[in-house]
Nanobody
Framework: QVQLVESGGGLVQPGGSLRPSCAAS????????MGWYRQAPGKQRELVAG???????NYADSVKGRFTISRDIAKNTVYLQMNSLKPEDTAVYYC????????????WGQGTQVTVSS
């Protein structure tokens, strides 16, 4: 079973930066495509940024040019560098491990709150 633990959320002013991280319980990056999702109050959970099974990255249009997903394979950790934050980025951010093997379950972290407010 995979465990994902997020950290690094918080309160930041508009225009500021945060870098949440997601630590996985083992060396899973070859078997799982990692991604970050977010869910704002009253809205559906949406993909923010993620790695494909081939290691490429994709981003939601709303964060392109502002957010960057990266990973440290040695530390089994995925990061989300968030710059030029806006109030509409306020949400709970979740780390996800999407299996590359058909039939395996996916896994979610517990979430970390990001609040952008002056």
């Amino acid at each position: 079973q995979v465990q994902l633990v997020e950290s690094g959320g918080g309160l930041v002013q508009p225009g500021g930066s945060l870098r949440p991280s997601c630590a996985a319980s083992g060396s899973i990056f070859r078997l799982y495509a990692m991604g970050w999702y977010r869910q704002a109050p009253g809205k559906q959970r949406e993909l923010v940024a993620g790695f494909t099974s081939s290691g490429n990255t994709n981003y939601a249009d709303s964060v392109k040019g502002r957010f960057t997903i990266s990973r440290d394979i040695a530390k089994n950790t995925v990061y989300l560098q968030m710059n030029s934050l806006k109030p509409e980025d306020t949400a709970v951010y979740y780390c996800n491990a999407d299996p590359t093997v058909e039939g395996w379950p996916d896994y979610w972290g517990q979430g970390t709150q990001v609040t952008v407010s002056s």
